[in-house]
């Protein structure tokens, strides 16, 4: 059998122009492809036509164009079950959960591979991870552990930040997970680095780029395309939130502001909408229960939400997408608490009681998944 090759036909130095498809002995020039608003009048089998008057995709077999139809992949950062990950006192490397749809006490999840508080945590709706901390005299941690969520038990080692920070904040979009700000080794010097890993996929962690100021005790919340962090200590109390394209890497942009200065609080969200609840603000003792809510895809300043059932800082916070829950925390009083708070985050109002966790703690991570 012979090949034959061809680099290109022409017709008296002019290009052909096949405006339907060209039979080449027993076969076809096929034109594959179509993009107007009229039905091709020769199409073959196989053939592809996007009708530009209503934007849909047909494609042609057996003498008929048939419609195609497409489903949306949701990609998911959130699940049915919320799972607290470290803090104090201690430190600590218990986990528990909740089911986030019901109410109820949290319950024994298994162990971190190291005792810390003021990690951050974020999942894919099945692999949850729990990142960096602080191990206990400002001694930090770089270790990234994961767990599958659905699964109670033990943590595994996932792999390692760029950095050892804690009281960072985390993102994900349901691929990535990234990590921003923290305080290092010395438990006062904050840092502006984010990092990012692929979840599903064990390994170090990367750099992605720097947040707009360097920044300790910092909330994250995302949508499946963007992540926001809500500052919080720069070197002072600010309400300045920064966001990021999850999917690319770079450096943060601005978004907005917080109704309230403070830092310490905790970030939830829904598909479009986050929540930014409670925090310390300047001053102390002087714990908030204010919670602020954005419109994820739109830049600008947050709205008052409602009211936590207490004003209190350094506590986690989840969600299933419908419901956001926000765990223990530490008083203006001086203690922590082991208080779970709900609310429905597509409608503004105040935090209901949820249930309690085992005891009393502060400088967690939470996460979900299912």
Known sequence: MSTLKVDSLVNG??????????????????????EQSTEPAYP???????????DTFHIYANNAWYATTATQIILLWYGARGV???????PKNTM??????????????????????????????????????????????????????????????????????????????????VFAGGYVNDGYTSTNTMDYVTIATTGNAQDFGDLSSAAQ??????????????????????????????N?????????????????????????RGVFGGGREQSWPSASNVIDYITIANAGNATDFGDLTLSRTY??????????CFVGGFLASGSFNDTI????????????????LSGATGYGAGLSGT
């Open 217 to 246: 005790t910092t909330a994250g919340l995302a949508d499946s395309t963007r992540g926001v962090f809500a500052l919080g200590n720069t070197s002072t109390t600010v309400d300045t939130m920064d966001y990021i394209t999850i």
């Open 13 to 34: 130095g002019k290009t052909i122009d096949f405006t339907y498809n060209a039979k080449v002995s027993n076969g076809t020039l096929k034109k594959e492809y179509y």
């Open 84 to 90: 607290i990950g470290g803090g104090l006192s201690g």
């Open 96 to 177: 528990e959960y909740v089911t986030i749809d019901t109410t109820g006490n949290a319950t024994d999840f298994g162990d971190l591979t190291t005792s810390r508080y003021g990690p951050a945590g974020c999942s894919d709706g099945s692999r949850g991870l729990f990142a960096g901390g602080d191990t206990g005299g400002a001694t930090n941690t770089n270790t990234i552990d994961y767990i599958t969520v659905a699964n109670t038990g033990n943590a595994t080692d996932f792999g390692d930040l760029t950095r050892t920070p804690a009281t960072l904040g985390a993102c994900s979009n349901g691929v990535r997970g």
């Open 341 to 356: 708070d709900y609310i429905t985050i597509d409608t503004p109002g105040n935090a209901t009681d949820f249930g309690n």
């Open 315 to 324: 506590m986690p916070a989840f969600s299933n997408a419908v419901r956001g």
């Open 248 to 272: 690319t890497t770079g450096n943060a942009t601005d978004f907005g502001d917080l109704t309230l200065a403070r830092y310490g609080g905790g970030g939830c969200s829904s598909q479009t």
């Open 44 to 54: 073959c089998d196989g053939a592809l036509w996007f009708n530009t008057s209503d």
